[in-house]
């Protein structure tokens, strides 16, 4: 991992930014709603399963933010534990960050509903949230597999005044926590045809460049 500082402009965190607090093991999924340069980050108080995770003040924990193709994972400490006028954090400012590559291709934010073909036979109702040429991330209110399961999602995209079906096989790369009843996953693409490659990087540039990518 490189070094980069988080005010020198390669993070830029977006207000109910998805963030990850890391303590031991375990990963627990957030919502950055403000930041004080120099300061302190404000974030939501992780829920897991309809029921909050207690963080202590003083207790050290990782952070990570997700931008573009890059994850940024720095140190911090849990200043403050607010309760009013909502539950939520202060953590320490970051001094310095790791970098990490994470996607070969940028990716957007997107709403589309889908479906997941699990490989148990079942079709479960998703939500895509983020979406790139090689893989995405969806929501789903119940499980539709393990990691490293295949399962085939359905979806439509829209493309100026075109809209065209997708069936991609893919493959579980991650399961994140519960939030707000959902279930997060990240999916990875397998054997894309050059048509859908084209379709789907020309929807990602195009929200690139119309501002749409966060």
């Known amino acids: 991992m490189n070094l980069?500082?988080?005010?020198?402009?390669?993070?830029?965190?977006?207000?109910?930014?998805?963030?990850?607090?890391?303590?031991?093991?375990?990963?627990?999924?957030?919502?950055?709603?403000?930041?004080?340069?120099?300061?302190?980050?404000?974030?939501?108080?992780?829920?897991?399963?309809?029921?909050?995770?207690?963080?202590?003040?003083?207790?050290?924990?990782?952070?990570?933010?997700?931008?573009?193709?890059?994850?940024?994972?720095?140190?911090?400490?849990?200043?403050?534990?607010?309760?009013?006028?909502?539950?939520?954090?202060?953590?320490?400012?970051?001094?310095?960050?790791?970098?990490?590559?994470?996607?070969?291709?940028?990716?957007?934010?997107?709403?589309?509903?889908?479906?997941?073909?699990?490989?148990?036979?079942?079709?479960k109702l998703v939500l895509i949230t983020n979406l790139s040429e090689d893989g995405a991330q969806l929501d789903a209110p119940s499980s539709i597999g393990a990691e490293n399961d295949q399962l085939r999602v359905s979806f439509q995209i829209e493309l100026d005044d075109m809209k065209r079906g997708f069936g991609l096989d893919a493959r579980i790369r991650h399961e994140g926590s519960a939030e707000e009843g959902m279930m997060k996953y990240g999916i990875a693409f397998l054997d894309l045809s050059e048509e859908d490659k084209v379709w789907l990087k020309c929807m990602v540039f195009q929200r690139i460049a119309s501002g749409r990518m966060v």
């Open 4 to 123: 980069g500082l988080f005010q020198s402009g390669n993070i830029l965190p977006q207000v109910w930014e998805r963030i990850q607090i890391c303590k031991r093991e375990a990963r627990f999924d957030a919502r950055l709603i403000g930041c004080i340069k120099g300061v302190s980050l404000l974030v939501t108080e992780p829920v897991e399963r309809g029921r909050r995770i207690d963080f202590f003040e003083g207790e050290s924990v990782e952070v990570r933010m997700f931008s573009g193709t890059d994850i940024y994972a720095f140190e911090s400490t849990i200043e403050r534990v607010c309760v009013a006028p909502v539950h939520y954090l202060h953590l320490s400012y970051p001094r310095r960050t790791r970098i990490q590559p994470l996607r070969r291709s940028p990716w957007v934010r997107v709403s589309l509903p889908g479906i997941a073909h699990c490989r148990d036979g079942s079709r």
